[in-house]
Nanobody
Framework: QVQLIEFGGGLVQAGGSLRVSCAAS????????MGWFRQAPGREREFVAA????????YYADSVKGRFTISREYAKNTVYLRMNSLKPEDTAVYSC????????????????WGQGIQVTVSS
């Protein structure tokens, strides 16, 4: 019903910046609450950031607050995660997540997931 397509993963040097994108399609509702999770090898999945359908409310994990910024293009149902001052510990598979109504959270992720994209930060 809803397909999430992610773009922008790759390799970046520590201290650099990278933007990942997630576009939602296949649903009549234009805007969905969306967010990002990440999972590193040997680690549990963790919440990164989320944004309301309107784009007016955002949420961040403490580990990324001040460095990462989530935003959206309201009409396109696309979210962006701008990652600045990247650290090696940010290396993980980043997965886009969306829900029909609720803003994704660590306790209650949304119903739809993207395939996940690799973000690698070199030392």
């Amino acid at each position: 019903q809803v397909q999430l397509i992610e773009f922008g993963g790759g390799l970046v040097q520590a201290g650099g910046s990278l933007r990942v994108s997630c576009a939602a399609s296949g649903r009549t509702v234009r805007s969905l609450p969306m967010g990002w999770f990440r999972q590193a090898p040997g680690r549990e999945r963790e919440f990164v950031a989320a944004i309301s359908a309107s784009g007016l409310t955002t949420y961040y994990a403490d580990s990324v607050k001040g460095r990462f910024t989530i935003s959206r293009e309201y009409a396109k149902n696309t979210v962006y995660l701008r990652m600045n001052s990247l650290k090696p510990e940010d290396t993980a598979v980043y997965s886009c997540n969306a829900d029909e109504a609720r803003v994704p959270s660590v306790a209650t992720p949304g119903a739809y997931w993207g395939q996940g994209i690799q973000v690698t930060v070199s030392s």
